[in-house]
């Protein structure tokens, strides 16, 4: 009877049209969009303020005030149930939106005097805030869900990468190679980020309003009443994929973007190497991140080590800047970076699917939220050993 009871629940919540689907991809892409945006335009902040070390300062800036985020969300377990998730992300993109139209309004007004530096790096700061709300609120509310909408929230973010580097190629290709071509570019990515970012507004409205999202939180209600489960004690049950997720995002991030675009050189392609390779590698995110549509592996502690196993990719491409001729070659050099991606993506889809599933349903957000939070940690850790390439 309880079998029979659950197969009808299962048949009700079918998603209609893929909407619901489509909505966490498009709110995962929104997620991702303005880190992906600043660090697009990089030269174009450098091209502003010239004597000012930016990349690095945009790093440590985004990525410490999102790991603060993370770290209050979690310290304060009865966040989420006294904000709601709607009001969570609708104020993290409404923040996006202001930081990202800050930096083309004080270009366009003309005011790009040193000072103005203080201001745009407020600016991300306060991106990178919202990003941890959005981030750790939306990986939170999927870790409850059936597996797909984790999927598809880490597919979406893929696909922010492949859109900005599309946006990259086009401009560079079009536009002039002057100051005012640097500039259109710039506001170009500003402005389709913005635009993206408010359709993200609207899609949080209609999120739950769909049937399907109503019926899965009636029925977690109904199983799985609120509860405050204990911090450690769910960090404990999930220690391990939350350490896998920490090395492969401290592997990626120590390679990419920083030694594929500062370290390896092309006599053919020139300026154009560093921005196919970072083309190369968001493409290879989104297919590992989509290939679990096709397969998902069952089992946290192959998808483990199969982080641990990333480790390869140091000395390979320790290999291209100091090995045989061939190694350092275009083409394998390209290979690398596709598998740098591909595994990126489907490690981090695998685990971040699996981990919240380990644990009972009531700890699952909490479970998800501490997986983010490893990421994140992931992140500023990878972006901190990138410095050792220059040794």
């Not at 930016?54 to 985004?62: I, W």
């Not at 919202?130 to 869900?145: E, P």
């Not at 100051?179 to 990515?189: E, I, K, N, V």
């Not at 380990?358 to 990878?382: F, H, K, Q, R």
């Amino acid at each position: 009877m309880e079998r029979l009871k659950s197969d009808q629940v299962q048949t009700k919540q079918n998603d209609t049209y893929k909407l619901a689907y489509m909505i966490h991809f498009l709110l995962g892409a929104g997620n991702l969009l303005p880190w992906n945006t600043l660090i697009s335009a990089i030269d174009y902040f450098g091209y502003l303020y010239p004597d000012k070390h930016m990349e690095k300062v945009f790093s440590v800036a985004y990525m410490s005030s999102s790991l603060l985020v993370l770290v209050m969300m979690i310290s304060w377990s009865s966040f989420s149930t006294k904000v709601s998730f709607r009001m969570r992300m609708n104020i993290g993109f409404i923040m996006f939106v202001i930081c990202l139209m800050v930096t083309p309004t004080i270009d366009w007004s003309g005011a790009r005097h040193s000072s103005m530096f203080y201001v745009v790096v407020a600016t991300v700061v306060i991106c990178g805030l919202a990003d941890g709300l959005i981030g750790g609120s939306l990986i939170g509310s999927a870790g409850k869900l059936p597996n797909q909408y984790m999927q598809a929230v880490f597919a979406g973010t893929a696909s922010s990468g492949i859109l900005v580097s599309l946006l990259r190629i086009i401009t560079k290709a079009s536009l002039p190679h002057d100051p005012q071509g640097l500039r259109t570019s710039a506001h170009l990515y500003f402005m389709v980020s913005t635009v993206i970012l408010m359709v993200c507004i609207v899609c949080c409205t209609l999120l739950y309003k769909l049937p399907v999202m109503q019926q899965h939180y009636k029925q977690l209600q109904q199983d799985h009443p609120a509860s405050n489960p204990k911090l450690w004690y769910v960090a404990r049950t999930i220690q391990w994929p939350a350490l896998g997720i920490f090395i492969t995002y401290t592997i990626t991030l120590s390679i990419f973007p920083g030694f594929l675009a500062e370290n390896l050189e092309s006599k053919i392609l020139k300026d154009w190497y560093p921005i196919m390779l970072i083309a190369t590698y968001n493409i290879a995110d989104f297919f590992g991140k989509s290939f679990t549509v096709i397969y998902m592996s069952k089992s946290v502690a192959k998808a483990t080590w199969g982080c641990v196993a990333r480790l390869v990719f140091y000395p390979v491409f320790t290999a291209c800047l100091h090995g045989p001729k061939w190694f350092r070659s275009e083409g394998f050099v390209v290979f690398l970076t596709f598998m740098l991606g591909f595994t990126n993506g489907y490690v981090t889809s695998v685990i971040m699917i699996l981990a919240p599933k380990s644990v009972p349903t009531s700890e699952a957000e909490t479970a998800a939220i501490v997986m983010a939070l490893c990421l994140g940690i992931g992140l500023v850790s990878g972006s901190v050993l990138g410095w050792f390439w220059i040794i």
